[in-house]
Nanobody, 115 residues
């Protein structure tokens, strides 16, 4: 089992920055990939950014060049710059364990960007 706890959400004006943090505990040795997803009201949850154990990253096209994901031991971070109102959503930390093929999720943290 893996437990994930996010922090760092909040309210920010358009053009501003926020940094999200996620702490993993439990069977962290089993984690292959960590990342961030988001879900806006009335929309499906979507990938924002992921980083593998070997530090390979992948970003959604909508955030590329503005967001940076990083990972350090049991932590994963999302630095969000040049925020836009369209970035408003609940952001979820995710950890994927290839064996036994399980996705773990945090409780989510709200990010609101005002225009």
């Amino acid at each position: 089992q893996v437990q994930l706890v996010e922090s760092g959400g909040g309210l920010v004006q358009a053009g501003g920055s926020l940094r999200l943090s996620c702490a993993a505990s439990g069977s962290i040795f089993s984690i292959n990939r960590m990342g961030w997803y988001r879900q806006a009201p009335g929309k499906q949850r979507e990938l924002v950014a992921v980083v593998t154990r070997s530090a390979v990253t992948n970003y959604a096209a909508s955030v590329k060049g503005r967001f940076t994901i990083s990972r350090d031991k049991n932590m994963v971070y999302l630095q969000m710059n040049s925020l836009k109102p369209d970035d408003t959503a609940v952001y979820y930390c995710n950890a994927y364990a290839m064996v036994p093929g399980i996705d773990y999720w945090g409780q989510g943290t709200q990010v609101t960007v005002s225009s």
